[in-house]
T-cell receptor, first 112, second 112 residues
C-alpha cells in the first residue's frame, strides 16, 4: 500500500527566505504527483502537477521536482511571503489511476 | 466557471439520521471523487466516478453511498450517520482520472 510522508510537519521561517518542503512515497510506480495548498477552513488549491516522466515543474515562485526512483519530491518556494502561510500537501496517483494518496502535510508559517 | 461547489458548508446530525452532501462541477469533468479529512489521518478516498453511471469504492466506503446520474453532479449519501463520520468532506473533479484535481470548499459534518 502506498504511503506518503511529508517532513517537517510544521515550519516557521522569516519573510524572504527560500525554503524546501519534502514529500516521500514508498511505491515508485506512480502516474503523477500533485502539490496542493490548503488555507485554514478551506478546500485544496492545486499548485503543480508533475507527470512521472517529468523531473520538475515551475509556476511563478514555486518549483517542484520529482525523483521517482528514490520516491521523493520537493517543493521549492522562493522569496517566501506571509501570504504563503498555509498547509502544503503532496499527493501521488498510482499507475491504475484510481487512488490519490495524500501525505499529512507541512504547515508553513512565514513571519513578517 | 463556478468550479466545484459543495452544499451545505456545515451540518450537524444526530446518530442514525441520514443526509446527502451535494457536489456539482461546471467544467465538464468526467472524473469526480469524495474524500474525508480527519486530523492525523489526512485525506482518504471514499468513492469515485469515472463518468455518468459509473461509480466505485475508494479506501473508506463503508457507511456511504454514491450515484452519478449526470456529468455535473456527484452526491454523497450517509445512510445512518455515526459519530465516526464526523469529518470534513471534500469533493474533487478532473477532466479524466489522471488529470489535475480540483477541490470544492468542503462540508464540515458533526454527528452527535
Amino acid at each position: 500500500k502506498q504511503e506518503v510522508t511529508q517532513i517537517p510537519a510544521a515550519l516557521s521561517v522569516p519573510e524572504g527566505e527560500n525554503l524546501v518542503l519534502n514529500c516521500s512515497f514508498t511505491d515508485s510506480a506512480i502516474y503523477n504527483l500533485q502539490w496542493f495548498r490548503q488555507d485554514p477552513g478551506k478546500g485544496l488549491t492545486s499548485l503543480l502537477l508533475i507527470q512521472s516522466s517529468q523531473r520538475e515543474q515551475t509556476s511563478g515562485r514555486l518549483n517542484a521536482s520529482l525523483d521517482k526512483s528514490s520516491g521523493r519530491s520537493t517543493l521549492y518556494i522562493a522569496a517566501s511571503q506571509p501570504g504563503d502561510s498555509a498547509t502544503y500537501l503532496c499527493a501521488v496517483r498510482d499507475n491504475a489511476g484510481n487512488m490519490l494518496t495524500f501525505g499529512g502535510g507541512t504547515r508553513l508559517m512565514v513571519k513578517p | 466557471n463556478a468550479g466545484v461547489t459543495q452544499t451545505p458548508k456545515f451540518q450537524v446530525l444526530k446518530t442514525g439520521q441520514s443526509m446527502t452532501l451535494q457536489c456539482a462541477q461546471d467544467m465538464n469533468h468526467e472524473y469526480m471523487s469524495w474524500y474525508r479529512q480527519d486530523p492525523g489521518m489526512g485525506l482518504r478516498l471514499i468513492h469515485y466516478s469515472v463518468g455518468a453511471g459509473i461509480t466505485d469504492q475508494g479506501e473508506v466506503p463503508n457507511g456511504y453511498n454514491v450515484s452519478r446520474s449526470t456529468t455535473e453532479d456527484f452526491p454523497l449519501r450517509l445512510l445512518s450517520a455515526a459519530p465516526s463520520q464526523t469529518s470534513v468532506y471534500f469533493c474533487a473533479s478532473s477532466y479524466l482520472r489522471y488529470h489535475e484535481q480540483y477541490f470544492g470548499p468542503g462540508t464540515r459534518l458533526t454527528v452527535t
